[in-house]
């Protein structure tokens, strides 16, 4: 099991970046593939993408491919999600979760990310 916690939203206008961060707690976590998700309002939750356990593998939702990108530092137990060339409809709450394979157990509270037209 490993807790995790998000930051880094914030609001941003269109065509801006953010960073968001997933501090997890636990010596496991190295061993978790990651994965990053968005809820937005009145809309079920959404894949945006994952990261492989040591880093070596990432996979995107066609609609932030290119934009998008995912890193991890595992001596930190910290993943990263780079949001760059924002549009309005990026506009969510966005959830880390850890997991084994593509099944994830372990889920964050959730950090709001607002873009504006």
């Known amino acids: 099991q490993v807790q995790l916690v998000e930051s880094g939203g914030g609001l941003v206008q269109a065509g801006g970046s953010l960073r968001l961060s997933c501090a997890a707690s636990g010596r496991t976590f190295s061993t978790y593939n990651m994965g990053w998700f968005r809820q937005a309002p009145g809309k079920e939750r959404e894949f945006v993408g994952r990261i492989s356990w040591s880093g070596g593998r990432t996979y995107y939702a066609d609609s932030v491919k290119g934009r998008f990108t995912i890193s991890r530092d595992n001596a930190k137990n910290v993943v990263y999600l780079q949001m760059n060339s924002l549009k309005p409809e990026d506009t969510a709450v966005y959830y880390c979760?850890?997991?084994?394979?593509?099944?994830?157990?372990?889920w964050g509270q959730g950090t709001q990310v607002t873009v504006s037209s």
């Open positions: 979760a850890a997991g084994i394979g593509n099944s994830y157990n372990n």
